[in-house]
């Protein structure tokens, strides 16, 4: 099982990869334009420093046709590094890019999974992890639960190495669903990894424990 975070603010996922055992990083235009104007190649070069040469790093493409998608991951590959995960939309383009980029030995993201044929097509073509969009699926009256268990099912029968990265939450509980219905890894946002945890009764035992301690055994008593 992998976590993931969804992200591009640098000082985010310092606090975040310091707190928690994160598996790599995902980003997405839309992500980045919370930073403000960046320069891409060095920004994305900083968040390889925090987060280290042994996660996933994943860089989402811009253009809309396959040759520019291929230049531009190319670009990624040589100016970021030769690990990065380029992510690349399930379009008839973006799979004609995977196709080719598989081939050269890029590591591929599938993204923008809303159907069980996007990710059969992407696996075919090549992607090392699949993309569904779960909360985007949910406001279309889309069972992303149930589109996760037939991916996850024809990956197992087909001995297939694609992993499951789920992604497009907007609460914890979509998050942990995912993994239930069979994702490998899902990808969060910062609030949803930090309201984990941020459940009152979890406190309270954890007062309470405390308390017992000082009033059974008094301060400084180890
Ligand atoms: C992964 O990086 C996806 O692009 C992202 O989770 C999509 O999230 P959204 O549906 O909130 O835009």
């Known amino acids: 099982m992998e976590i993931l975070l969804d992200s591009t603010n640098v000082s985010e996922i310092k606090k975040c990869n310091d707190l928690f055992e994160l598996a790599g990083v ?34 989402q493409t811009l253009a809309s046709t ?21 992510k690349i939309p399930v379009t008839e383009q973006g799979l004609k890019a995977m196709k ?7 590591h591929i993201t599938a993204t ?11 696996i075919a073509a090549g992607a090392d992890y699949l993309a569904p969009y779960c909360n985007r699926m949910e406001q279309m ?45 899902i990808t969060v946002t910062s609030d949803i990894l930090h309201s984990a945890c941020a459940f009152p009764p979890i406190d309270l035992a954890v007062k309470e424990f405390h308390d017992a301690w000082i009033s059974s055994q008094g301060k400084n008593s180890k």
């Open 26 to 59: 995902t980003s997405n235009p839309l992500i980045i334009k919370n930073e403000g104007k960046i320069n891409f190649y060095s920004h994305f070069s900083k968040i390889r420093k925090v987060i280290g040469k042994n996660k996933t790093l994943h860089i």
């Open 66 to 86: 396959a040759d520019e998608m291929i230049a531009e991951a190319r670009a990624i590959l040589n100016k970021i590094d030769d690990q990065v995960y380029i």
């Open 100 to 106: 080719q980029l598989s081939r050269e030995g890029a």
């Open 112 to 122: 923008c999974i809303y159907t069980r044929m996007q990710a059969y097509l992407a």
């Open 141 to 185: 009256g889309i069972d992303f639960r149930a589109i996760i268990a037939e991916i996850s099912d024809v990956l197992e029968r087909t001995a297939s190495p694609a992993k499951i990265v789920a992604a497009s939450f907007k609460n914890i509980t979509q998050a942990t669903d995912a993994l239930a219905a069979g994702a490998n890894t």
